[in-house]
């Protein structure tokens, strides 16, 4: 049978990719606060829990984009529409019984390593000294160090997940998607540790939906195989099979700044 995928924030960024790709294969649907008129998507803010719950019902896997998406949005924003529509995007799958919940979670939940060598540096463009694959990647071991509210949004949406996962059953797999933007294109020096390629999320989110249910909790890094990469894919292939194929390196010499 068709798996049924749900997708919460279907009309942002990743959502939009996402919804494209996947429903050549699978029975996609979705969310969204602000959809496109013209579109049959439902109008929904997760925030609002009872509206929103019966919506999952008969759903196979949800993948969870709701959320503001700005790095640097303030408190007030991501309490209500990070914290609290994480929170309902779990709760709504528990209610509904759906089995797997594909969490967007982000780099920016250890940000703050980038204040430190090698990564300060490499953020930069500044390679003295440093050649790929001498120094130790940021993996899904290391602490959570979050660069700002929105980190932290993210950050508690993995112990959430975590919470359900061991709670509930749930199989739960957060994702911490570097930088994807809809012209596929890196835009800056960073962009070329962190940029995952349209290819590669597609890849990496197939990867996910087909992975056994006895994978009950993971965090893993979305990123493309970037020559400077800073973060640590290797549990992605060995749990999941995720081996990108693009580099941002390409793009060096067509940067704009």
């Not at 990743?14 to 699978?26: K, Q």
């Not at 309902?88 to 919940?101: H, W």
């Not at 390679?127 to 980190?151: H, N, Q």
Request: charged residues 25%.
């Amino acid at each position: 049978m068709t798996k049924k995928i749900f997708i919460t924030g279907i009309s942002g960024t990743i959502g939009t990719i996402l919804s494209n790709s996947l429903s050549t294969e699978y029975d996609v649907n979705g969310l969204d606060s602000s959809p496109d008129e013209s579109s049959d998507i439902n109008h929904q803010d997760m925030t609002d829990l009872d509206s929103c719950y019966k919506l999952f019902n008969g759903i196979d896997i949800v993948i969870d984009l709701a959320a503001t998406t700005d790095q640097f949005a303030d408190w007030e924003e991501v309490y209500k529409n990070n914290f609290v529509a994480t929170r309902n995007s779990f709760e709504a799958a528990r209610m509904a019984g759906v089995k797997k919940v594909i969490f967007a979670s982000s780099n920016h939940a250890v940000g703050n390593f980038e204040l430190d060598p090698p990564y300060n540096k490499i953020v930069q463009g500044d390679y003295s000294d440093i050649t790929p694959g001498s120094f130790k990647l940021v993996d899904a071991d290391c602490p959570i160090r979050p660069d700002g509210p929105y980190g932290i949004g993210k950050a508690l949406g993995e112990a959430i997940g975590r919470y359900y996962s061991d709670m509930y059953g749930l199989s739960v797999i957060c994702l911490r998607i570097g930088t994807a933007r809809s012209d596929d294109t890196p835009q800056n020096i960073r962009h070329l540790s962190t940029f995952l390629f349209q290819k590669d999320l597609i890849n990496l989110i197939k990867k996910c939906i087909d992975a056994p249910p006895e994978l009950k909790f993971g965090i893993y890094y979305g990123v493309s195989g970037n020559k400077w990469r800073f973060w640590d894919i290797k549990n992605a292939y060995i749990d999941l099979g995720y081996k990108p194929t693009c580099n941002a390196e390409s793009f060096r010499n067509k940067l704009t700044k």
